[in-house]
């Protein structure tokens, strides 16, 4: 099964695909989290991404898709695999279909003021990628033993920009794959249990 997760920042795309990704055998495939782990080890893509990711905006196409191809090629994507934040320019979608299929595209829908919020609450693993809320999880550890840290592009100034940049550049996705028949909206402003539900449904149709 090959999946897509489209929506907004902190539309909660990571926390789903985590739970998605392991209950069907697939990869999940997060590009801002290979970007960030770039980033972590100073590799030359991880610098050259960095001021771009800190400024919320997008990073060039030829540089994802490079990244993207060299990642389904490996192992654990046999099975399939679901994209947790890419695509997210048409130019991307496009070049995507010329390199796999896809089953079903998951559209998270969240109102922007509940973004802003969740995001700035938001900590983050640095090795196993999950994603915390501070009201939910005080705590400074992941479940996994890892320190939790904030994301340098979770600062309030850069999560309005990357909301601009995800209207201009990444919305129309939901218009180009609703006219593929792919696309399905779920409501992702409720508990995070109902919203994996209602992806599972849509999923096992
Ligand atoms: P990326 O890491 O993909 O960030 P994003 O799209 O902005 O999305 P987020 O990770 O912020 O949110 P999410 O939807 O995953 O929400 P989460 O589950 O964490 O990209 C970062 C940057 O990398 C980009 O800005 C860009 O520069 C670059 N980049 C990446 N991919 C690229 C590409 N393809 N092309 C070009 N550039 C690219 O949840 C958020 C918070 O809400 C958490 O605290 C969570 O606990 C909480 N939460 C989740 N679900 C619920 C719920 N149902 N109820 C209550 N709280 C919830
Ligand atoms: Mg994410």
Redesign the pocket.
């Known amino acids: 099964m090959k999946l897509i997760?489209l929506?907004?920042?902190?539309?909660?795309?990571?926390?789903?695909?985590v739970k998605i990704a392991e209950r069907f055998g697939i990869a999940h495939i997060?590009?801002?989290?290979m970007?960030?782990a770039e980033m972590r080890e100073g590799t030359e893509l991880g610098n050259a991404?960095k001021d771009?990711?800190e400024r919320?905006?997008?990073?060039?196409?030829d540089?994802?898709l490079g990244m993207?191809k060299n990642r389904i090629r490996q192992d654990d994507c046999k099975n399939g695999f679901l994209f947790?934040?890419?695509?997210?320019?048409i130019a991307?979608a496009e070049a995507l279909e010329a390199i796999s299929p896809i089953d079903h595209v998951i559209n998270?829908e969240?109102p922007v003021e509940?973004l802003i919020s969740?995001?700035s609450?938001?900590?983050?693993c640095p090795d196993c990628g999950a994603?915390?809320?501070?009201s939910?999880?005080p705590d400074a550890r992941c479940d996994c033993g890892s320190t939790l840290y904030q994301?340098e592009?979770?600062k309030e100034e850069t999560v309005r920009n990357?909301l601009v940049?995800?209207e201009r550049s990444t919305k129309p996705l939901i218009e180009y794959y609703a006219n593929k028949g792919l696309l399905h909206s779920v409501n992702?402003?409720?508990?995070?249990d109902?919203?994996d539900a209602e992806i599972r449904a849509v999923i096992s149709k």
């Open positions: 997760f929506g907004p920042p902190g539309a909660g795309k990571g926390t789903q695909a997060s590009t801002g989290d970007l960030r991404a771009l990711i919320g905006e997008l990073v060039p196409d540089v994802i993207v947790d934040g890419f695509p997210r320019t991307q998270l969240v509940r969740r995001i609450g938001r900590r983050m994603a915390y809320h501070v939910k999880h994301r592009d979770d990357r940049v995800y992702g402003d409720a508990d995070v109902v919203v």
